[in-house]
């Protein structure tokens, strides 16, 4: 499975953006997906999941309240809404994607995942 994320870009500190991400081929709700990012000189940090079936969700802490993830259409397509953005946002977001047995698995480690996207870029001027 080959994972493309979309979406990233400029925008002013209070804007919105919304990043997605397709996996190559259908996966049906078999994935449970994830948003991870990293800044310069930072560490790869876990931003939402969401599990297979679409129903369960985690956030970051830095995130909540601001972020939303969500399964859209087949199921085998992610989508980030990003609002109230700050220039704390600015990094490079990955999708990854990892095959699940139960339905309401949400997973927030970066190794658990067994696919991954190329990354976009998200830059929040301030």
């Known amino acids: 499975v080959q994972l493309q994320a979309s979406g990233g870009g400029l925008v002013q500190a209070g804007g919105s953006l919304r990043l997605s991400c397709a996996a190559s081929?259908?996966?049906?709700?078999?994935?449970?997906m994830g948003w991870f990012r990293q800044a310069p000189g930072k560490e790869r940090e876990f931003v939402a999941a969401v599990s297979r079936n679409g129903f369960n969700t985690r956030y970051a802490d830095s995130v909540k309240g601001r972020f939303t993830i969500s399964k859209v259409g087949a199921r085998n397509t992610v989508a980030l809404q990003m609002n109230s953005l700050t220039s704390e946002d600015t990094a490079v977001y990955y999708c990854a994607s990892s095959y699940e047995r139960l339905m309401d698995t949400v997973r927030v480690n970066p190794p658990e995942y067994q696919f991954w996207g190329q990354g976009t870029l998200v830059t929040v001027s301030s």
């Open positions: 081929r259908r996966t049906g709700n078999m994935h449970s």
